[in-house]
């Protein structure tokens, strides 16, 4: 299934129950004072898209990156999905809980996409989904998606009710604790059997 025109990525924040309990004891500090009662996102703009096999430029002030891998759900319109599809969420790591700033998630090319999108009634249950992350070759994690807070409907579903999503809108499933970090030279790979492998490498800003 070929990837149709994207719009607008947003990414989720503290949907992996290992996230959200390893944040638990800052949520009752001020200003929130309690846990989020609806889902936190964040947009990962149209400059930090990397293809699949794209080389990905580290600024000269970026020594290392941590890896975000995760699912996008791709949609049709509305509360309707196209499909999945692979997505690194890369991020310069920071102490930062609702609110990550703009400087550390949005570098330019600091989102590879995969290549091949599943649609939904081939991909099963995104619960049973489970990544395997690679750096160099060595495995380095593996997500599962069962553990998440909000599954993919139910994320889905929440977040329609304050925004509509749009055809070619994506909505990013959440990143487990745990990322691996990776430097220039590392190449990384984020594969599932129904939806291939991602891959790309980091390179140097040129001087």
């Known amino acids: 299934?070929?990837?149709?025109?994207?719009r607008t990525v947003y990414g989720t924040l503290l949907n992996f129950r290992g996230e959200f309990d390893a944040w638990a004891p800052k949520m009752?500090?001020?200003?929130?004072?309690?846990?989020?009662?609806?889902?936190?996102?964040?947009?990962?703009p149209a400059n930090t898209w990397s293809a699949d096999g794209a080389a990905i430029t580290l600024p000269a002030n970026v020594p290392q990156v941590e890896v975000g891998a995760t699912?996008?759900?791709?949609m049709k319109g509305g509360s309707e999905v196209a499909g999945y599809v692979l997505m690194n969420d890369l991020s310069v790591p920071h102490a930062s809980f609702f609110r990550p700033p703009v400087k550390f998630k949005?570098?330019?090319?600091?989102?590879?996409?995969?290549?091949?999108?599943?649609?939904?009634?081939?991909?099963?249950?995104?619960?049973?989904?489970?990544?395997?992350?690679?750096?160099?070759?060595?495995?380095?994690?593996?997500?599962?998606?069962?553990?998440l807070v909000r599954p993919a409907d139910r994320l889905l579903a929440d977040v329609g009710e304050f925004?509509?999503?749009?055809?070619?809108?994506?909505l990013m499933l959440g990143c487990d604790v745990g990322?691996?970090?990776?430097?220039?030279?590392?190449?990384?790979?984020?594969?599932?059997?129904?939806?291939?492998?991602?891959?790309?490498t980091l390179i140097a800003e040129a001087p």
């Open 163 to 170: 925004m509509t999503m749009a055809a070619g809108d994506v």
């Open 106 to 147: 949005c570098i330019d090319g600091f989102l590879g996409i995969g290549s091949r999108l599943r649609a939904r009634n081939e991909a099963g249950d995104p619960s049973v989904f489970k990544l395997e992350v690679r750096i160099n070759g060595e495995l380095k994690q593996t997500v599962r998606f069962a553990d």
């Open 71 to 74: 699912i996008g759900m791709v």
């Open 179 to 200: 990322r691996p970090l990776a430097r220039v030279g590392d190449t990384i790979s984020i594969s599932m059997p129904a939806l291939g492998t991602l891959t790309n």
């Open 28 to 44: 009752n500090e001020a200003p929130y004072k309690a846990p989020p009662k609806a889902p936190v996102l964040y947009i990962k």
């Open 1 to 6: 299934m070929s990837m149709p025109a994207m």
